[in-house]
Structures are given as structure tokens and as C-alpha cells.
């Protein structure tokens, strides 16, 4: 399966900043994910990208917050915009496929924003 | 309502006991049912890919699918302390379909 690194792994961010999380996966993969993990809540999936076009953001997720960049097939940035003590969270990507099929993820970035 | 419930714990258990995790949830499409296992500052990693009803079976660790309830099982024979983490389960309508569905997951504590 493929090997994702993710950084940074985590960060302390004050308000109204913006923080950029790369994503490097070892292999190409035509489809990369981002989540975010709240705690005590459900992954959630903030958006979709595919290299060569917009990402596509699911409900209560947008483009102006979360923008996200793909310019290649093993490579992705998620950015966190304008943030506040609400965006404190772990934001993971993850790429489909491996052996049992299912879902690769990175080992993910803590941020707090105070 | 949630369409996946899980308990979120801690389930305390001791070392060599069987562990029984679960997870309910409310659509009849659902066909394809993960379990994920978490370790604390790690991304999930794939334990268990089951489609349909019925058992799966991979070393100590045990998937059951019940769709007639809509209920699934993760059991985990002769815990060990190492298994010590939070399990997710996550279920799909197709083997593509990229919109999994996520419980909360349980953390799970294996005390040696």
C-alpha cells in the first residue's frame, strides 16, 4: 500500500492565520482525500482532489477556506484559512487502495489555533 | 441521528480477554464495512474490509456484518497490551464509492 508523509505534524496557530498542510504520497494515485477529526467526532471529509482540476468540497466545506492544490499525481496542499479556535483540529489525508483494499491515511496534523 | 453509532468508550479490558466492538447504523445500502485502528498521534490504518454479511476472520481479529440487524463486530482474541488504541468502523454503499460513513470510534484500553 502506499506510504503518505504528512507535515507538519502538528502546529500552534494564532487567529486569523493561515496554515498550509502538505501531503506526499510515494506513489501516484489518481484520487487524494482530505478529513478532519474533531475529537470525540467522526472523520469528515472536507474535499476531494484530483490533479488537473478543482477540488470538489463536500457540504459545509469551501473553497475559500479550504483551499486545496494537486499538481501532481503524488502531491497535495490543504490550506486552513483565516483560522479560528474552531478549526483546532487533526487534518488527515489519504489515498485509496492496498492490498485489503480500503483507505491509506497520513499520520495526520494537530493544529490548535488560539 | 447519526447513520453510524458507536460507542465511544474507554472499554477497559485486561490482557487475553476477548474484545467485542460495535457499531449500528440505519442504511440497508450499505455494503462494504471497515474497521480502522488509530493509534494516538497516527492516521488510521486498515484492519478489516469486509462486503456483505457474515465473518472474516485475520489472526487474533474477527469482523462480523449482521445486515438483517445492521450491526457490526469487531472481535479481537488474546488482546494485548499493543492493541491498545481507538477502533473506527466506516461502511460504504460501493467498493469505489469514495463517501465513507464514519463512526466515532471506541478507544480501546488493554491494561497488562
Known amino acids: 500500500s502506499a506510504v503518505i508523509s504528512q507535515k507538519p505534524s502538528r502546529d500552534i496557530c494564532q487567529r486569523g492565520t493561515s496554515l498550509t498542510i502538505q501531503c506526499q504520497v510515494d506513489s501516484q494515485v489518481t484520487m487524494m482525500f482530505w478529513y478532519r477529526q474533531q475529537p470525540g467526532q467522526s472523520l469528515t471529509l472536507i474535499a476531494t482532489a484530483n490533479q488537473g482540476s478543482e477540488a470538489t468540497y463536500e457540504s459545509g466545506f469551501v473553497i475559500d477556506k479550504f483551499p486545496i492544490s494537486r499538481p501532481n499525481l503524488t502531491f497535495s496542499t490543504l490550506t486552513v484559512s483565516n483560522m479560528s479556535p474552531e478549526d483546532s483540529s487533526i487534518y488527515l489525508c489519504s489515498v485509496e487502495g492496498g492490498p485489503a483494499g480500503g483507505y491509506t491515511f497520513g499520520s495526520g496534523t494537530r493544529l490548535t489555533v488560539v | 441521528q447519526k447513520e453510524v453509532e458507536q460507542d465511544p468508550g474507554p472499554l477497559s479490558v485486561p490482557e487475553g480477554a476477548i474484545v467485542s466492538l460495535n457499531c449500528t447504523y440505519s442504511?440497508?445500502?450499505?455494503?462494504?464495512f471497515m474497521w480502522y485502528r488509530q493509534y494516538s498521534r497516527k492516521g488510521p490504518e486498515l484492519l478489516m474490509y469486509t462486503y456483505s454479511s457474515g465473518n472474516k476472520e485475520d489472526g487474533r481479529f474477527t469482523a462480523q456484518v449482521d445486515k438483517s440487524s445492521k450491526y457490526i463486530s469487531l472481535f479481537i482474541r488474546d488482546s494485548q497490551p499493543s492493541d491498545s488504541a481507538t477502533y473506527l468502523c466506516?461502511?460504504?454503499?460501493?467498493?469505489?464509492?469514495?463517501?465513507?460513513?464514519w463512526g466515532a470510534g471506541t478507544k480501546l484500553i488493554i491494561k497488562p
Open positions: 466506516a461502511m460504504s454503499r460501493g467498493a469505489s464509492n469514495y463517501q465513507l460513513i
Open positions: 442504511n440497508s445500502a450499505f455494503q462494504y
